[in-house]
Every structure is written in C-alpha cells, then in structure tokens.
C-alpha cells in the first residue's frame, strides 16, 4: 500500500514538474517577427508563450517577461497605428532587439509616420538595443512620450519630436561609447521632469530644440532624482537647449528635484534662452566639469535664486471680513478689533512678498482677529421682554400687579358692604 502511494506521489510529482518546466520554456520563447497591431492584430488577443497581450479597444498593449528578436534589417518590433496614442504596461523583465533603427512605432523606418503619444507605466523594465548600432533618429518614434512608472533602459537613443515627461519609474541610458551619436535622448520641444530616477551617460544626455515659433519653457525640473554624465567639452551642459535659428526664446526653468552633473561643458545650457534656477526648492551638484558654474546661456540671461512658497492668506482675509461687516456703534469697546485690523494692514501692504517665512505671524494675526470679535460687549439696551408685557417675565409681573390690583378692590368692597350693613 505504502509503495502504490509513493508512485502516485511521485506519478503527480513528475507531471506538475513537467507541467512547469514546459510553462517555463514557453514563455521564454522570443519574438522573431513583427507585431504589427497596425494592420494585422487589430482586435483583442493575447499570446501568453510569447509574453503578450493586446486590448484594441485602449490600445493597451501588457508585456511580461516580452523577448523581441528582430532579425530583418529595418523592421521594427511594434507596429501601431500612425497618431495613435498606446500604452505599453510593463510586467517582469522585458527585451527588444531589433536590427533596424525603430524598435517601437508606427513605421519600420524613418520618421514620416509617428505615434502620436506613448504611455509607458507597470511594476516591469523594458530593455532596448539594436544591432547595427545606434542612430540620432532614435528606436522610439513618437511625437509625445511619458514614463510614469516601471524601468526604460536604453542602449540606444530615442526621440519624441514634441515632448517627453518623466513623472515617475526609472530611465536608465548608457551611450557614452556610441558612435555617432550626439544625444542619447532627443526631444523636439519640451522635456518635463516631475519625478522619478534619470540615469543617462551620453556625449550628450538630452538636447531639446525648443519650439520654434513662440517664446517657450523648453526645460523645466519640478522634481526627480537625475543624474547626467556627458563628454562634450565646450559650452554646452548634459541638459542642452539647441539654437533652432530663430530669434525666440526656449528657456530652462528648474524649481525642484536633485541633479547631479558631471564630467561635461555645464549641468544645464541654452542657446537661445534664460536660465532660471530656484535653488530654494532644487539641489544641483557638480562633479569634475570642465567649466565652472552650474548653467550657461549663449543668448539670454541665467538667474540663480532662492525662492519659497507664497503665503497662505485664506484665514485672515476670512477674520478680516468678519470684522469689517461688525458695527462698532453697536458695542462697548471696539478698540481691540480696530487695532488688529490696523495691524493686518500693515501686513498686507506688503501682499506680494509674504512667504512661507512669514506664516506663523499671520496665524497668530488671525488668531488675535478672533479673539477681538469674540470678547465684544454690546451695550446694555432693553430688551423686548422688559417692554412687552406679553411676553416671558413682562407676564408675570403684569399678573401679578392685576393681582394686587384685584385684591386692593376685594378688600375695599368689603368694607363698604359692612359699613352699609351697620
């Protein structure tokens, strides 16, 4: 008995066994050809050997543990419609390995046909390289880009011809020793940081060209913890405005976050823009540059300042309603209350430069306000209840005077019926 029930365990041992390693096998199994959800997937599915699944409806597309081979020069690994706007969720440890020079848009090659926005978020990474090198027209072709969550490593460049925003997750780049290749992310006209971890190396880690049509922020930094290494050796930073050959403005606005720069020109440059740095909010360190300071414009201004937070005022301008509406005839003393809005006056003659610093002496302000209003004595007017004799003590004393009056007239009645009586 014993023996037949350790071959059934063992039976059902070397099945599960089975059954895992086939499981394990399978969804190792690369991608050697195109997914085209352009023209050949256009509805629903899912290939979970493969490491895939595609909702045509949200153009949403969920890889886990995704391996693309793409061994046909020039074709890239996803195709979608041109000008749409996808999602790729990231599960588990994800590849693409193309030998062309586009890896994920809506074209094998070139830039006639683009997405029109990528949303790249999920709990996994997504790894990118090509064979035959890399290129400045970049492996992501895309005219709005945006990591929110999850892990994009780069081994070649990139390029959003409108804007990139980093909100969160992990962008991890090495392009320090790639040939021909000045910038390892390139963005057409916005790059926005408000989050996440940046970790770029390149001889030249982001160039944006700024919009050239109008006065515009083409850099701004709200937080992130960044770090930039680059190798040009002349006037131009990791994070670089280019000249688009007009005569407006594309600035850097940095007022937030931590960047670390090395081994380049500046942390930050512009060509053709201003430069302001709020170091209230930012922290920038710099490592082995070639030239000293933080930021270089060719054209416009760099202002480096500490700013803080504005004041919140929505407390005392409520106290200070509330006082106004009062009428100081109505009471006894109104000193208090004219003298804290005095005070609150004075305060707000200076509206506009009242910070964070400033707080605490505007609480205590509204405080003061208050406690004006709430020790306010009226004056001691009658009140209706001692007038009308209709209503609350009025009627009892009125009873009792009727009272009074009544027994007055009793007891003169008697005595005149017993004076008659005699």
């Given at each position: 008995m014993k023996t037949k029930l350790?071959?059934?365990?063992?039976?059902?041992?070397?099945?599960?066994?089975?059954?895992?390693?086939?499981?394990?096998?399978?969804?190792a199994t690369a991608t050697t050809s195109t997914l085209n959800f352009k023209d050949t997937i256009t509805t629903s599915q899912s290939d979970p050997v493969h490491g895939w699944s595609w909702d045509a409806d949200t153009k949403t597309l969920t890889l886990t543990d995704f391996d693309c081979e793409v061994t046909t020069l020039n074709k890239a690994c996803l195709l979608f419609p041109n000008e749409s706007d996808i999602i790729i969720v990231l599960e588990g440890d994800n590849i693409i390995n193309t030998a062309g020079l586009a890896s994920i848009g809506a074209k094998d090659f070139g830039t006639t046909e683009l997405l029109h926005?990528?949303?790249?978020?999920?709990?996994?990474?997504?790894?990118?390289?090509?064979?035959?090198?890399?290129?400045?027209?970049?492996?992501?072709?895309?005219?709005n880009l945006t990591l929110e969550s999850g892990k994009l490593e780069l081994k070649t460049s990139i390029r959003v011809t409108e804007e990139f925003k980093i909100t969160g997750g992990e962008l991890y780049a090495r392009l320090l020793d790639k040939s021909g290749v000045t910038a390892a992310v390139r963005v057409g006209k916005k790059l926005t940081i408000s989050g996440g971890t940046v970790d770029v190396q390149g001889?030249?880690?982001?160039q944006v060209t700024g919009d050239p049509d109008q006065d515009s922020v083409a850099v701004e930094i709200t937080g992130g913890d960044i770090t930039l290494k680059g190798e040009y050796d002349f006037n131009e930073g990791t994070i670089h405005v280019e000249n688009t050959g007009s005569?407006?403005?594309?600035?850097?606005?940095?007022?937030?976050?931590?960047?670390?720069?090395?081994?380049?020109?500046?942390?930050?440059?512009?060509?053709?823009g201003d430069i302001s740095i709020n170091t209230g909010k930012a922290t920038i360190n710099t490592s082995h540059m070639k030239y000293e300071g933080i930021a270089h414009t060719g054209k416009g201004q760099v202002n480096i300042f500490e700013k803080k937070d504005p004041a919140d005022l929505t407390e005392l301008n409520k106290a200070i309603a509330e006082a106004e509406a009062l009428n100081e005839d109505d009471y006894e003393d109104f000193s208090a209350v004219t003298a804290a809005l005095t005070k609150a006056a004075e305060l707000l003659e200076n509206k506009e430069g009242l910070t964070e610093d400033d707080q605490a002496e505007i609480d205590e302000l509204v405080k003061q306000i208050n406690a004006a209003i709430k020790a306010l004595k009226p004056y001691n007017v009658p009140s209706t209840d001692e007038v009308n004799p209709n209503?609350?003590?009025g009627i009892v004393t009125?009873?009792?005077?009727?009272?009074?009056?009544?027994?007055?007239?009793?007891?003169?009645?008697t005595k005149r019926l017993l004076l008659n009586k005699n």
């Open positions: 350790m071959k059934v365990t063992l039976g059902i041992l070397f099945i599960v066994g089975m059954f895992l390693t086939t499981n394990k096998v399978e969804a926005s990528l949303l790249i978020k999920g709990n996994g990474s997504l790894a990118i390289n090509t064979t035959t090198g890399a290129s400045n027209e970049g492996v992501i072709r895309t005219k001889k030249r880690p982001f005569d407006h403005k594309a600035n850097i606005v940095i007022n937030g976050g931590k960047i670390t720069c090395s081994d380049s020109g500046y942390c930050v440059s512009t060509a053709v209503t609350g003590d009125y009873i009792v005077m009727a009272t009074i009056s009544l027994i007055g007239l009793a007891t003169l009645t």
